[in-house]
C-alpha cells in the first residue's frame, strides 16, 4: 500500500474526529470522535514506522500504547459520562454546567 493512500486516510479520519468533536453536543459522540482522533494517529504511528524504520518496532510500540491510553480514557470518560447521567438525567454539553453550583 502507498504512503500517500494511508496518510490521505489518516487525514481524513482526524478530520472527521475533530469536526464531530467540536460540534457535538452529545458526550457520548464527542468520546467517539475523540477515539476516532486516537486511531488517525495510531495508523500514522504505524505507517511511518513500516515506511521510515528498519525494525518496525519503534511506531508499534508507539501505537500500543496510544491503544492502551485510548482504552483507559474510554473507560473513565464512560464512567464519568454515567455518574453525570445519573445526577442530572442529561448528557447534553451545553446542560451539564457542574461548575456553576
Known amino acids: 500500500m502507498m504512503l500517500e493512500h494511508v496518510l490521505v486516510l489518516?487525514?481524513?479520519?482526524f478530520s472527521v474526529g475533530l469536526y464531530g468533536l467540536i460540534t457535538s453536543r452529545n458526550m457520548v459522540r464527542a468520546l467517539i470522535c475523540l477515539?476516532?482522533?486516537?486511531?488517525?494517529?495510531n495508523i500514522n504511528c504505524v505507517t511511518f514506522s513500516d515506511f521510515f524504520d528498519s525494525r518496525h518496532l519503534k511506531g508499534s510500540i508507539l501505537a500500543i500504547f496510544v491503544i492502551a491510553i485510548a482504552a483507559a480514557e474510554?473507560?473513565?470518560?464512560?464512567?464519568?459520562?454515567s455518574a453525570i447521567y445519573h445526577n442530572?438525567?442529561?448528557?447534553?454539553?451545553?446542560q451539564s454546567n457542574l461548575l456553576n453550583e
Open 35 to 41: 477515539e476516532l482522533i486516537f486511531n488517525a494517529v
Open 74 to 81: 474510554a473507560a473513565i470518560g464512560l464512567a464519568i459520562l
Open 10 to 13: 489518516s487525514a481524513y479520519l
Open 88 to 94: 442530572r438525567r442529561s448528557i447534553h454539553i451545553n
